[in-house]
């Protein structure tokens, strides 16, 4: 049997361009500095530094299981020196904005950044495909989640693969009270989507197998408002997915983005737009600070090493003129909901509203109020 091996992807928005708009060059070639040493003193094995917008994206594997001091502790310093020595000195917008806490305590989650992190062994042959997105919220993956590993009309392995049939397990997580539950689909279908519909509060945490508990799909599912209590920018969720053979295939799991999801975030975290599925150069969001985005890249493990397509380079597997339309279907549908202006559901109602303006102007009337 092989060894034990972890992928964390771990990301922070510690600082842009140009706005909220994305990554510098500079600030990944710091992170990669930073991750080749931790690479070469054998702390990690191997690891990928990309961008979706602005949140900087640390992919990297080891042997040191979920929830690692070492390996939070590598990626919350990563963090603060790209702030240190690139957000900072080029003052870029935004510098550090998802390190909420003073100091590092052991695990990164809670303190601003976001975590996806899996523990497995390493099948004969293991492919994965690792998702981020900007400008959205963790429930963005709750109906691409749900398209893949609940819906026969997507994966059409869960009706012609008998290794799919049995279907699988979701981890729901309410972030409201900090529990979760385990429902087992097929069979509680129903009570999975009357929670999961709810995507502001109900995300799916993890999907796995029923009978070998094999873990198939990890989320993160930061809520930087309810950490911070104010707000700080979107969650920008991130989403690791293993995939064939008793997994969905690559294109169902691909296909799970078509119809483009509607999501919370956008212009100032407190709007409704569809998610846009885009190659990593495209990864930057513009129109209305959106449409919120999302890039999917595909890799092998191979002894805990990643394997792309030019040394550890993976298959960007957005980049495809078979979502073309999608993308110009998310543009028509963005056009139209933004035609309704600030008037709900283009809107988030007032509870979700990630800016204190209402709420002021709520309490600077009150008083003019009369019957
Ligand atoms: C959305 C987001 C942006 C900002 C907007 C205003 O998640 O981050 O839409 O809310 O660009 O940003 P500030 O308030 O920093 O000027
Ligand atoms: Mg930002
Ligand atoms: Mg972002």
New binding site residues.
Partial sequence: MSAKVTVSLIKADVGSLC??HVVHPKQIEVAKEILENAKNEGKIIDYYVFNCGDDLELLMTHNRGENSPEIHELAWNTFLEVTEKVSKPLKLY?AGQDLLAESFSGNVKGLGPGVAEMEIRERESEPFIVFAAD?TEPGAWNLPLYRMFADPMNSAGLTLSEKMTPGFVFRVLDVIEGKYIDLNCPEELYYLVSFIGTQGRFVIERVFTKEEREVAAVASTTRLRLIAGRYT??DDPVLIVRVQHQFPATGEVLAAFIPPPLVS?????SHRLPLMPVSLKDAKCTYW?GPPRCIALGFNLCEGKLVGLKGNEPADLFDDPAFDYARFKVMEISDYIRRQGEFEPARLPEEDLEYLGISKIREKLKERWFS
């Fill in positions: 706005g909220h935004g400008k920018g979107k975030g956008a212009m100032r975290g600070d």
